[in-house]
C-alpha cells in the first residue's frame, strides 16, 4: 500500500496567520495527491485536487504545490472558518489511502 | 445538484452482515465511479472499495474479502455488503462520487 503521511499533526495558529501542511507519499505518485477538509460532524470536503488545482467554491486563500513524493497545502491568511482538521489523499494506486489528518486549531 | 444519502441499520450484531445502500438524486449515476469510505477515531480515514456504475469493483485487501459492492441504476442506488464484522467495524460510513461529493455519512456501531 501507499502510504502518505501528514505533519504536523497539529496546529495552532491565529487568524490572519499563513500556514503549511505537509504531506509525503511512501512512492511516487505523480500529481495523484487531493486534500480535505472536514470540521466537526460532517464530511470531508475536497479542496485541491491533483496536488494543485483548486476545486470550484474554494477561495483562493488555498493552495497546494508539490509532485513526486513531497507535497503542501499552505492558506495564505487564515479565517475563523479555516479551523478544522485537513487530510491528504493519494489516488495514485489501490487501496487509495489517507493520511492521519492535521488538526488546525485556533491559537 | 448531485446528492448522495446513506441508509441502513445504525446497529449490527457481532459476526453479522453490515448493510447500507446509497441513493444518488439531481443526477446520473451512470458513467461515474462510487466509492464507500469509513472513519473511525482508531484507523481515521479507510477507503473501502468503489464500484463503477456497470458493476465492476475495486476492494480494499484489508477487509480480506468481507467486502460486496453492487449497483442498481434503475433506483440509482449502490450498496455496501461487509460480512462476519466485530467492534473494530464500528465508523461512520460515507459513501462518495470521488472525490468531489460525499454523502453525509452514517454511524454504525457493533455491538450484541
Known amino acids: 500500500d501507499i502510504q502518505v503521511t501528514q505533519s504536523p499533526s497539529s496546529l495552532s495558529a491565529s487568524i490572519g496567520d499563513r500556514v503549511t501542511i505537509t504531506c509525503r507519499a511512501s512512492?511516487?505518485?505523480?500529481?495523484?495527491l487531493h486534500w480535505h477538509q472536514q470540521t466537526p460532524g460532517k464530511a470531508p470536503k475536497l479542496l485541491i485536487y491533483?496536488?494543485?488545482t483548486l476545486q470550484s467554491g474554494v477561495p483562493s486563500r488555498f493552495s497546494g504545490s508539490g509532485s513526486g513524493t513531497d507535497f503542501t497545502l499552505t492558506i495564505s491568511s487564515l479565517q475563523p472558518e479555516d479551523f478544522a482538521t485537513y487530510y491528504c489523499q493519494q489516488s495514485y494506486g489501490t487501496p487509495y489511502t489517507f493520511g492521519q489528518g492535521t488538526k488546525l486549531e485556533i491559537k | 445538484q448531485v446528492q448522495l444519502q446513506e441508509s441502513g441499520p445504525g446497529l449490527v450484531k457481532p459476526s453479522e452482515t453490515l448493510s447500507l445502500t446509497c441513493t444518488v438524486s439531481?443526477?446520473?449515476?451512470?458513467?461515474?465511479?462510487w466509492s464507500w469510505i469509513r472513519q473511525s477515531p482508531v484507523k481515521g480515514l479507510e477507503w473501502i472499495g468503489y464500484?463503477?456504475?456497470?458493476?465492476?469493483?475495486n476492494y480494499n485487501p484489508s477487509l480480506k474479502g468481507r467486502v460486496t459492492m453492487s449497483v442498481d441504476t434503475s433506483r440509482s442506488q449502490f450498496s455496501l455488503r461487509l460480512t462476519s464484522v466485530t467492534a473494530a467495524d464500528t465508523a461512520v460510513y460515507y459513501c462518495?462520487?470521488?472525490?468531489?461529493?460525499w454523502g453525509q455519512g452514517t454511524l454504525v456501531t457493533v455491538s450484541s
Open positions: 464500484i463503477y456504475y456497470s458493476g465492476s469493483t
Open positions: 462518495a462520487r470521488p472525490w468531489t461529493i
Open positions: 439531481g443526477g446520473s449515476i451512470n458513467n461515474y465511479y
Open positions: 491533483a496536488a494543485t
Open positions: 512512492q511516487d505518485i505523480n500529481n495523484y
